[in-house]
């Protein structure tokens, strides 16, 4: 069956660094659009970064310049490199498949948004403060 299982969160400094995993199976990830997506106390969930079929990718404006996603495909997984933490960055953190439900070009393109995932991890916790 299909599952994604997320790893790599904890308690970590602002300034600090994490690197999280996505790990992938019942299907080949690259043939898929993988994002990741946040969800903090009292907030909706958002996505913060997701990347496409042919490894293009995109963030949201307040992780630009500090946050990296990658795919390793030997591994089946997709990554999260998380630089220059701030404790705004404090969240449960997802990972998601895009749906081809609808077959389109859009399946294979980033962004996407929630509702248009098929699976979801069962999230990471990632807590930045002193």
């Known amino acids: 069956q299909v599952q994604l299982v997320e790893s790599g969160g904890g308690l970590v400094q602002p300034g600090g660094s994490l690197r999280l995993s996505c790990a992938a199976s019942?299907?080949?990830?690259?043939?898929?659009?993988i994002g990741w997506f946040r969800q903090a106390p009292g907030k909706e969930r958002e996505e913060v970064s997701c990347?496409?079929?042919?490894?293009?990718?995109t963030h949201t404006e307040s992780v630009k310049g500090r946050f990296t996603i990658s795919r390793d495909n030997a591994k089946n997984t997709v990554y999260l490199q998380m630089n220059s933490l701030k404790p705004e960055d404090t969240a449960v953190y997802y990972c998601?498949?895009?749906?081809?439900?609808?077959?389109?070009?859009?399946?294979?393109?980033?962004?996407?948004?929630?509702?248009?995932?098929?699976?979801w991890g069962q999230g990471t916790q990632v807590t930045v403060s002193s």
């Open positions: 990347i496409s079929v042919s490894d293009d990718y």
């Open positions: 998601a498949r895009r749906s081809h439900y609808s077959r389109s070009y859009y399946s294979r393109r980033c962004p996407f948004e929630a509702f248009l995932a098929d699976y």
């Open positions: 019942g299907f080949t990830l690259d043939n898929y659009v």
